[in-house]
């Protein structure tokens, strides 16, 4: 049991790093969520994304946040502390 246990802590550390790195390289992306989630996101709520590759069409898709939704974005919220 304990070597789970540390496993999942090292896996934490390495995704808590990963992601310090993701808000220096991309500071604005970052004030981008922490703005949208600043509020609870309530149902009703369109949320769109795009990518764009090099050399490609973008590809563009968007949700209506349900009800049913709600749980997992304010899991998303809390791993963004």
Avoid: Y
């Avoid at 540390?6 to 992601?19: H, T, V, Y």
């Avoid at 310090?20 to 149902?43: D, G, T, W």
């Amino acid at each position: 049991m304990n070597g789970m246990n540390g496993m999942n802590a090292a896996s934490m550390l390495k995704l808590m790093g990963a992601r310090n790195q993701f808000n220096r390289n991309h500071p604005k992306f970052s004030a981008f969520l922490k703005a949208v989630f600043s509020r609870q996101i309530e149902e009703g709520t369109v949320i769109e994304l795009r990518v764009t590759r090099p050399g490609e069409e973008p590809i563009t898709t968007n949700i209506k946040v349900q009800q049913s939704d709600l749980e997992l974005l304010e899991e998303l919220k809390e791993l963004m502390k």
